[in-house]
């Protein structure tokens, strides 16, 4: 079946310092792969998503490469900030993951100090 | 933006009460999920639902029950809650399999 796994955190950065958070997945076929992002308080949002492999979501000055060789779609930044500080969860939506759409990895906290 | 809507967003209740948590969304999404989110953050799927009158068990075992009787709206009820359901509740709508909308989220808490 379908699963995720991230990088445990939490992950403690200062400002402007780079952010890897790591994701590997196992699927059946050619999953789609997300990441969404936590605030403290709030449900969960999309951040980025990528359909295909080799493709790179973007927004908000984070990126993620969809690599299929290696099986792994890791979250970047090259500049953090105070207000990145959250939880992030990269899922896949695939073929084993049927009517459930989504299956989660167990998230990463991100604290950035400033 | 996602117009998805949980109420209350916080709620503190004594055991053996009834409680109902509310979500509606306002964009027509078919299908809906409610999620458990433990304090180490994991999340759990505990319903689904594709449609009006289609509701599923998730992956993980919950006492709580569901209903669909309108698009826009899948309550989640628990009849008689207990200090083990404290948790933090999401609910979720999506249009397709690549995008799940969430809402705010109930933190409940059984004294």
């Known amino acids: 079946g379908n699963s995720v796994t991230q990088m445990e955190g939490p992950v403690t950065l200062s400002e402007e310092a780079f952010l890897t958070i790591n994701c590997t997945y196992t699927?059946?076929?050619?999953?789609?792969l997300f990441w969404y992002v936590q605030y403290p308080g709030e449900g969960l949002q999309l951040l980025l998503k990528?359909?295909?492999?080799?493709d790179k979501g973007s927004n908000k000055g984070f990126e993620a490469t969809y690599r299929k060789e290696t099986t792994s779609f890791h979250l970047e930044k090259g500049s953090v900030q105070v207000s990145d500080s959250a939880v992030y969860f990269c899922a896949l939506s695939g073929k084993d993951t049927g009517r459930r759409a989504l299956t989660f990895g167990s998230g990463t906290r991100l604290q950035v100090q400033p | 933006e996602a117009d998805i809507y949980q109420t209350p967003r916080y709620l503190v209740i004594g055991t053996g009460k009834k409680i109902t948590l509310e979500c509606s969304q306002t964009?027509?999404?078919?299908?809906m999920y409610w999620y458990q989110q433990d304090p180490g953050m994991e999340l759990h799927l505990i319903h689904y639902?594709?449609?009006?009158?289609?509701?599923e068990k998730g992956d993980l075992s919950s006492e709580s029950t569901v209903s669909r009787i309108r698009t826009e709206h899948f309550p989640l009820t628990l009849e008689s809650a207990r200090p083990s359901h404290t948790s933090q509740y999401l609910c979720a709508s999506s249009a397709n399999p690549n995008e799940q909308f969430f809402g705010p989220g109930t933190r409940l808490t059984v004294l």
């Open positions: 964009m027509g999404h078919d299908k």
């Open positions: 699927a059946t076929g050619y999953p789609s």
């Open positions: 990528a359909t295909k492999a080799d």
């Open positions: 639902s594709y449609g009006v009158n289609s509701t």
